[in-house]
Nanobody, 115 residues
Framework: QVQLVESGGGLAHTGGSLRLSCAAS????????MGWYRRAPGKQREMVAR???????YYANSVKGRFTISRDNAKNTASLQMNSLKPEDTAVYYC?????????WGQGTQVTVSS
């Protein structure tokens, strides 16, 4: 079972930046895709960004051009660089890993963007 631990959340002002990191408990070479999801208050969880084992990336329309996902297979980590933050980016952000049809989740990290 893959364990994921997120870090890097916190408080930012509108237009600011934050970088989230996700550390996996084992090699991510065997992980098909890693992603970041978020759940805002009163809303369903949504995909923010996803990166496959081949490096293909996918983004929600709301974050395209502002967020960048990356993965470091040597360090077993995935990161989400968030720039030009908006108040609507406020949510709990979750790291996700997919392996052989099974999804694994981190505990989540709070991101709050003040106006």
């Amino acid at each position: 079972q893959v364990q994921l631990v997120e870090s890097g959340g916190g408080l930012a002002h509108t237009g600011g930046s934050l970088r989230l990191s996700c550390a996996a408990s084992e090699s991510i070479f065997s992980i098909n895709a890693m992603g970041w999801y978020r759940r805002a208050p009163g809303k369903q969880r949504e995909m923010v960004a996803r990166i496959t084992s081949t490096g293909s990336t996918y983004y929600a329309n709301s974050v395209k051009g502002r967020f960048t996902i990356s993965r470091d297979n040597a360090k077993n980590t995935a990161s989400l660089q968030m720039n030009s933050l908006k108040p609507e980016d406020t949510a709990v952000y979750y790291c996700n890993a997919e392996r052989l049809g099974t999804g694994y989740w981190g505990q989540g990290t709070q991101v709050t963007v003040s106006s």
